[in-house]
């Protein structure tokens, strides 16, 4: 019996059916249901009571998840608690746009928290650090999470949601961002990182076989050939020191604006490890500060 399968039946009593839990626990239904009944095969008595249309927990079930949560929460302030520093070594993945944002704050706040703690820092895509991260290079991401949501065996948590926007000269007249698509050479964002697949969506959605007059993988890049006067581009809101440093505007794309979400990942079998939920915890505390407006995320 696993630990694992007890959290699984706090989620399924806490949600009241097994296919909310699966959701909770990002695990699928049936594998949910393969749980309940190992557990009900360890503990020799039924968990669920199947008699009617609705599987309900038993009392026993219910006794089982109270001692389980009491048990949970006390090893929790055990862990939390403990009056040794945590150190350890910790490989961590990262694109290019949480490295200017997210890790120096992230970084900041952990060497204060946990200073023994020693981050190797590998820069990628998140497709390559995906593959980095389940081969077991690395132990944890802050990527870009794919639209379709990212795979079910890994944890995710998110981070940092990123409307984007039409970037344009700031001498452009102003006009729809369909019309200035339409009227202006666009200048694509790299279709190999999952922003730049958004960004394309979005444009050929609204103009249906736009030509793009160049596609490059470098948000500074582009945002430099913008500026002077070379043509337009979908990317993630800037961040101030572009806005100052050339002369950009951003224009809304509206309700229908593509969103980038930044995101922390690992292994499942990682799900409770402490050195990781650090490392987690200092990057959820920076993009806190980068929501309340202590910087402008890329």
Not at 24 to 41: F, G, I, Y
Not at 96 to 116: E, H, I, M, N, Y
Not at 180 to 197: K, M, N, S, T, Y
């Amino acid at each position: 019996m696993k630990l694992q399968y007890l959290a699984t039946l706090s989620a399924v009593v806490a949600r009241g059916n097994l296919t909310a839990a699966a959701e909770q626990v990002n695990l699928t239904r049936s594998a949910v249901s393969l749980q309940m009944k190992q557990l009900e095969a360890w503990f020799g008595q039924p968990l669920f009571d199947r008699s009617g249309r609705n599987v309900k927990p038993t009392a026993f079930a219910r006794e089982v998840v109270r001692t389980v949560d009491r048990s949970m929460a006390e090893l929790e302030a055990l862990r939390r608690h403990t009056d040794s520093a945590p150190a350890g070594r910790v490989r961590l993945g990262i694109t290019d746009s949480a490295q200017t944002t997210l890790l120096p704050l992230a970084f900041t706040d952990l060497l204060r928290r946990a200073p023994k703690v020693e981050l190797h820092i590998e820069r990628g895509s998140t497709p390559l650090l995906l593959d980095a991260l389940k081969a077991g290079r690395i132990d944890v991401a802050v990527l870009i999470r794919p639209p379709t949501g990212g795979s079910r065996r890994l944890l995710w948590t998110e981070l940092l949601d990123e409307e984007m926007v039409l970037v344009v000269p700031r001498s452009l007249r102003p006009a729809p961002p369909a019309q200035i698509l339409r009227e202006q050479p666009w200048i694509r964002f790299d279709r190999e990182l999952v922003a730049g697949r958004m960004a394309a969506q979005y444009v050929e959605k609204r103009v249906p076989h736009c030509h793009a007059l160049v596609e490059i993988a470098g948000i500074d890049a582009i945002v430099a050939l913008v500026g002077a006067g070379v043509g337009v581009s979908v990317l993630p809101r800037l961040r101030s020191e572009h806005l100052q440093a050339h002369a950009v505007r951003e224009i809304a794309l509206g309700p229908d604006a593509p969103i980038r979400r930044m995101a922390m990942v690992r292994r499942k079998a990682d799900g409770d490890h402490r050195l990781l939920d650090l490392v987690e915890s200092a990057f959820q505390e920076a993009a806190g500060k980068l929501r309340n407006g202590a910087g402008r995320a890329r």
